[in-house]
T-cell receptor
């Protein structure tokens, strides 16, 4: 079974600075997807960024970028120019490609607090 | 982006009653929807995968008769918590997979269930 590990329960960063959230996963699959989701205090899950395992190029979405190391099974999220609105719980998630369902497996989450 | 509507956002009920939660994909068709449960400050735990027109697939340890799932159309899945008890109090979140596209799951805003 796939597992996703987020080793940082809580992180804090000063506004406008850069922070990196770590994520490792365990799988024997070669083809899969990785995601970072954000859950702010409203508890609405929001997709931050997505990475396809067969793509070597790291995904970027504005201030958000990932460092995908397939051999090391590592998928960290870098947030640049942190903003107060980035304060949230961040979940790393793994998706194995299946015939039906394509279930997401979530990590335990990292609470990120952006300080002014 | 794709919008998933979940209703109600909050429900309080007496022990022994049943509660129905609706999950709708508003601007896309979703052959597959997912139901999660989340305890405070914890990760999302998949309860079941709901496929349109067929029986739901439940995760190990989830009581099928307690959590009834119906996916009658391509835009609606419902979760009914039957004979609710205080230990069923939790945050329930649905998600829908955008058919034929990029294996992305979009999430509803969640339902906070409190059983008295």
């Amino acid at each position: 079974a796939q597992t996703v590990t987020q080793s940082q329960p809580e992180m804090s960063v000063q506004e406008a600075e850069t922070v990196t959230l770590s994520c490792t996963y365990d799988t024997s699959e070669n083809n899969y997807y990785l995601f970072w989701y954000k859950q702010p205090p409203s508890r609405q899950m929001i997709l931050v960024i997505r990475q396809e395992a067969y793509k070597q190029q790291n995904a970027t979405e504005n201030r958000f970028s990932v460092n995908f190391q397939k051999a090391a099974k590592s998928f960290s999220l870098k947030i640049s120019d942190s903003q107060l609105g980035d304060t949230a719980m961040y979940f790393c998630a793994f998706m194995k490609l299946m015939e039906y369902g394509n279930k997401l497996v979530f990590g335990a989450g990292t609470i990120l607090r952006v300080k002014s | 982006g794709a919008v998933v509507s979940q209703h109600p956002s909050r429900v309080i009920c007496k022990s022994g009653t049943s509660v129905k939660i609706e999950c709708r994909s508003l601007d896309f068709q979703a052959t597959t929807m997912f139901w999660y449960r989340q305890f405070p400050k914890q990760s999302l735990m998949l309860m079941a995968t709901s496929n349109e027109g067929s029986k739901a697939t439940y995760e190990q340890g989830v009581e099928k008769d307690k959590f009834l799932i119906n996916h009658a159309s391509l835009t609606l899945s419902t979760l009914t918590v039957t004979s609710a008890h205080p230990e069923d109090s939790s945050f329930y979140i649905c998600s829908a997979r955008v058919t034929l596209a990029k294996n992305i799951q979009y999430f509803g805003a969640g339902t906070r269930l409190s059983v008295l």
